[in-house]
Each structure stands twice: as structure tokens, then as C-alpha cells.
């Protein structure tokens, strides 16, 4: 492997704080009148987060491209909800172009989740299944090479491969009278079948999760997806909000929603169907 072409975006990588983030994670499916409430509502206890005071808009686009088994067994582990199931994934900031891909495992068990988050120049993506633990601490870092290393290692052991790239739109605020909280709101969530970790996505084939989503969750029109996260005990500024607007946790996943998005067989809306079939 040629390595010369590696040294300057493994030193970005190298520079990006690791993560290990051991957590909670409550979500609701809101609207937008209640997230602009809720935005107010949280804002003497937050500000908005490193990447999101960047962008006029107050939001940022993530995109990750999911890893799972031929048979999609990290998908059905979650429909399940097995007690103990876990997620592969890459993520990138396309508004930030010149920054590092996160490889992540985010692994739950019953209501605790367990995130380890490790960078890795993106011009390494393309042989990323051939690296060896040898090239990991000089690409990543001994901060990241170790969050890397199980990540590659439960890709080789399930034989998972990319199977869809999921984007969306964050609204990010972080805490000031807390060691760990955040809010988020996600928005416009996208998806399409992941051939690998370098090919673009095609503009055209971005197909939006609103239809799953309804099914789902038997709710019309866009929504919004407000997560709330924390260590051990949530904030009581945080659950006086979810008191306050009568907030109701709402099981979502982005990936799982993906799937049935672009797998699952399609259902009409009993407002599309002719009279007789209602």
C-alpha cells in the first residue's frame, strides 16, 4: 500500500478527540410547531453545538452508511428488539469535506447505549477491508486505533458489508449545566443503497422515510425527530420539558426505517385508495 498519499488527512484524523460515550437516548416524533417551542423551551439550559453555531441555518447534513450482514441481521436484530444488538456505521459531514469518516459501533443493551467512535482518513475508505492492525495506530492514532480495530473486527466477523446510506439534517444543542446532555432535532431523513464507502450517492435515488414512517408510526406529514441524551439520570430541567409538552417516547430507527423505506413492500394511504376499497 502506497502510503505517502495518507499523511496529511491521517494527521486530521489523528487530531479528532476519540469517543467511548456511554449513554441514554429517549426519542419523541414531534412537529415542527412543537420543535420550534421546544427549541425555546431548552435553550436557557443549551447552546447549539461546535458544528451547528457553523451553519446559518443552525443545522448540519451527517451521513452514514450502514454495515450489515447478506441476510440484514443487524436490521432483524432490531425489529426483534434483542436486549443486547448493536449497529455498524460510517459516518461523514458533508458540509465539512476536508474532515475524517467515524467508524462507529453504537451497541444497546435493554435501555443503556454504548457508542465507540473512531476516525480514519476518508482516502483510506477504499481499502478499508485490507488494513491491518499494524496500519491502524499510524492512520488513526493510538486514541482511535482501538475504537477502529472492533469496528473492522465485527465487520470481518459478521461479513457485513455497506447496505444503505442514510442522510439527514441536525439541529444539535449541548448542555452548560451538565457534565453530558444534548437535544437534537433531525430532519428530512434520506436514504439509498450504499455500494461501498467511496462512490458518491446518485442526487436522484434519495428516497425520503416519511412513507415509512407513517406506516410505522400511523402519522401524517413530515416530522421531526427529537432525541434526548444523557449518562445516568436525565437532567430535571429535561424531563420537566417532556412533562411540560406531554412528550410520549417514540421506539425510531433511522436505519431500520431505511430499510423498510426501500425494502419493504409498499403501502397506500386509505386516502389514496378509490372509495371501493375503503
Not at 465507540?116 to 475508505?125: E, I
Not at 499510524?138 to 442514510?166: C, I, K, M, N, W
Not at 443503497?193 to 434519495?206: G, I, N, T
Request: hydrophobic share 40%.
Amino acid at each position: 500500500m502506497d502510503r505517502a498519499p495518507y499523511r496529511t488527512s491521517a494527521a486530521r484524523a489523528r487530531s479528532v478527540a476519540p469517543a467511548t460515550v456511554e449513554r441514554r437516548e429517549y426519542k419523541y416524533l414531534i412537529d415542527e410547531e412543537t420543535a420550534h417551542r421546544l427549541r425555546d423551551a431548552v435553550a436557557p439550559f443549551c447552546r447549539p453545538d461546535a458544528y451547528a453555531k457553523r451553519q446559518n441555518s443552525g443545522a448540519y447534513t451527517i451521513s452514514s452508511v450502514y454495515y450489515d450482514t447478506p441476510a440484514l441481521d443487524l436490521y432483524h436484530a432490531n425489529v426483534r428488539e434483542l436486549v443486547d444488538r448493536f449497529k455498524l456505521r460510517v459516518r461523514t459531514y458533508p458540509g465539512h469535506p476536508k474532515g475524517p469518516a467515524f467508524l462507529e459501533v453504537k451497541r444497546r443493551v435493554s435501555d443503556v447505549i454504548n457508542k465507540t467512535r473512531g476516525a480514519l482518513p476518508k482516502t483510506v475508505l477504499g481499502s478499508l477491508l485490507e488494513l491491518s492492525a499494524k496500519d491502524l495506530p499510524r492512520l488513526a492514532g493510538d486514541g482511535h486505533a482501538a475504537a477502529v480495530e472492533r469496528f473492522l473486527s465485527l465487520v470481518h466477523t459478521y461479513q457485513a458489508r455497506p447496505r444503505l446510506v442514510v442522510r439527514y439534517e441536525r439541529e444539535a444543542w449541548v448542555s452548560l449545566v451538565d457534565s453530558y446532555a444534548r437535544v437534537t432535532f433531525d430532519r428530512d431523513v434520506r436514504c439509498q443503497p450504499a455500494q461501498d464507502l467511496v462512490s458518491a450517492p446518485k442526487p436522484r435515488q434519495w428516497r425520503n422515510n416519511d412513507d415509512a414512517l407513517s406506516q410505522q408510526h400511523g402519522l401524517r406529514g413530515s416530522k421531526v425527530i427529537l432525541e434526548l441524551k444523557f449518562t445516568s439520570a436525565a437532567p430535571s430541567w429535561m424531563m420537566h420539558i417532556v412533562q411540560s409538552f406531554d412528550l410520549f417516547r417514540a421506539a425510531f430507527s433511522k436505519y431500520g426505517t431505511s430499510v423498510a423505506t426501500w425494502f419493504s413492500e409498499p403501502q397506500l394511504s386509505p386516502r389514496l385508495l378509490p372509495r371501493t376499497m375503503r
